[in-house]
């Protein structure tokens, strides 16, 4: 299978290192409110590639960070009057539920950022040994000088940068040193070691110290997250991991998804222009927003249409009504590897097109997920089947089979 690569700018083969999983890392929400329609095209995407390296016959550990540490819950807890954790475990347990009623059921573990504070703190620590970070007022920064590259994953040169602000703060060595650790004037979120100072760690260091803990510090295969991310969150995490392991590349492959838009604008909190999971809920089911999402290539950003959901419902219906057909999803069908249904059985001529329905969809979901193109197929093969252009009574069997590998691969619920 090949995935697009932010990094070689090339559709890339997914490997595994040395790991008898494939292990991927994808950034999670900062619990300060419900997640919006933004975070549910990024999430499916990575919950429709992770069934499709398990229906491959993969393993796959799906890691995910929780932000529970940041500004923007400070801000809520204090306007709330409340203590900050109750507004990050309030809005983490939606953020669970909300997954669910998406049916993004994949995610193997997540790792709450205020349970890696002390592991953060150790790694700025070895980059301050390394040479690598710099005090400044009470803060720690990475000196972007040091890295190798900053500014590859971002496709930046060194004069792009030098137009660029990150954390800016006077006597900086450049303009882009990040923070890694940050004094901060509050008397809740703050940590103390003796050897970082008192403060709190920088958004980029998390991820670092989660995926060294989680990993053994050793390299993996896949982080992903939607594109606003690349600069300077994971040109910064890219970084702090090539220099506290010495390992080139750390990560295997960059993944990036569009951003859906709202009058071409990105949907956020602040902008103002959200529509929770929760609210489209109500008007939609997980299956049509899903459909909606997996009919655009991930990597696309697209205005949210909400009348384009609507019109694609009369699609969704048409393999709603296959599935009535076909025989019932069994466990097996679930279970069932891609390696079974390549040798199904052919005895019957009309399974001839059913084979290659079963080749181009797999050619579909291989090549940089294609799921607009897969999803076509799963379309075709509801059609013939409520045409009867297969007739249900022959090869009903491989005709189910392939029904529902289909449908589990794309992740539909189909009730
Ligand atoms: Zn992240």
Excluded at 7 to 29: A, H, N, W
Excluded at 33 to 42: E, F, Q, V
Excluded at 378 to 407: C, P, Q, R
Aim: hydrophobic share 40%; aromatic share 10%.
């Amino acid at each position: 299978m090949k995935i697009f690569s932010t990094l070689t700018e090339r559709k890339e083969e997914l490997r595994r290192s040395d790991s008898d999983e494939f292990r991927m890392f994808v950034c999670g929400p900062t619990v300060q409110d419900n997640i919006h329609l933004g975070h549910a095209k990024t999430y499916i995407a990575f919950d429709v590639l992770t069934r499709w390296l398990l229906k491959c016959g993969n393993k796959v550990f799906f890691l995910m960070n929780i932000t529970d540490v940041d500004d923007k819950i400070f801000d809520r807890a204090k306007r709330e009057n409340v203590p900050y954790m109750k507004i990050a475990n309030r809005f983490f347990e939606e953020f669970v539920e909300d997954l669910e009623s998406l049916n993004i059921l994949t995610v193997s573990k997540f790792c709450r950022v205020s349970q890696y504070i002390e592991q953060s703190a150790i790694l700025v620590r070895r980059l301050l040994d390394m040479g690598i970070a710099y005090r400044l007022d009470g803060n720690v920064y990475f000196d972007i000088s040091k890295a190798d590259h900053f500014g590859k994953l971002s496709h930046q040169t060194e004069y792009d940068l030098k137009l660029k602000q990150i954390d800016a703060a006077p006597g900086k060595r450049n303009s882009v040193d990040f923070l890694l650790w940050r004094k901060v004037d509050s008397t809740e979120g703050v940590w103390n070691y003796a050897s970082v100072g008192e403060g709190r760690p920088g958004w980029h260091i998390q991820d670092t110290a989660i995926a060294f803990d989680q990993f053994s510090g050793n390299p993996y295969d896949l982080h992903g997250g939607a594109t606003e991310l690349i600069f300077p969150h994971h040109e910064a995490e890219l970084s702090q991991d090539e220099a506290l392991s010495g390992k080139i590349p750390f990560v295997s492959i960059w993944m990036h998804t569009g951003l859906l838009l709202e009058n071409g604008e990105k949907m956020s909190k602040s902008l103002g222009n959200v529509l929770t999971v929760r609210s489209a809920l109500r008007k939609f089911t997980s299956d049509e927003l899903r459909y909606y999402f997996l009919s655009h290539h991930y990597r696309e950003s697209f205005d949210l249409n909400l009348e384009e959901i609507s019109h694609l419902s009369a699609k969704l219906r048409q393999i709603e009504k296959a599935s009535r057909i076909v025989l019932p999803r069994s466990s097996e069908s679930q279970r069932s590897s891609r390696s079974k249904l390549q040798t199904l059985p052919s005895r019957l001529p009309k399974t001839n097109k059913l084979v290659e329905l079963l080749a181009d969809f797999a050619a579909a979901m291989d090549d940089d997920l294609d799921t607009p193109q897969s999803l076509e197929i799963l379309y075709k093969l509801s059609e013939s089947i409520v045409e009867k252009e297969m007739d249900s009574k022959d090869a009903n069997e491989e005709i189910s089979k392939a029904f529902w590998h289909m449908v589990d691969s794309l992740g539909f619920v189909l009730l």
